[in-house]
């Protein structure tokens, strides 16, 4: 079984930057996508960005392009997201998935991934 542990969440004021993480162990093969998912109460879950650890490639949703950078740490296991001039619309949960090959369905398909963090809050102020 893998296991997904996250951590890095927090509360900053707009403008500000977090780092979150994500460190993949147990069944996780070496070459998967990780994707980034944030959830604000009374909303969907939706898809924030996604990398493919084999190739390195990275895909993000729009509101976030140019303001999150998904990366990883091959030796480490540990998949972050960089995420600066943050905005209060960014406050919600935030959880790593892991989806291993074949891919399906799209990196922003939630359901697609099989395992999940536990997510950690990020709070945005004025």
């Known amino acids: 079984q893998g296991q997904l542990v996250e951590s890095g969440g927090g509360s900053v004021q707009a403008g500000g930057s977090l780092r979150l993480s994500c460190a993949a162990s147990?069944?996780?093969?070496?070459?998967?996508?990780m994707g980034w998912f944030r959830q604000a109460p009374g909303k969907e879950r939706e898809g924030v960005a996604a990398?493919?650890?084999?190739?390195?490639?990275?895909y993000y949703a729009d509101f976030v392009k140019g303001r999150f950078t998904a990366s990883q740490d091959a030796a480490n296991n540990t998949l972050y997201l960089r995420m600066t001039s943050l905005k209060p619309e960014d406050t919600a949960m935030y959880y790593c998935a892991a989806d291993s090959p074949p891919y399906v369905g799209g990196w922003s398909k939630s359901s697609e991934y099989t395992y999940w963090g536990q997510g950690t809050q990020v709070t945005v102020s004025s």
């Open positions: 990398i493919y650890t084999g190739s390195g490639s990275t």
């Open positions: 147990g069944y996780i093969d070496s070459n998967y996508r």
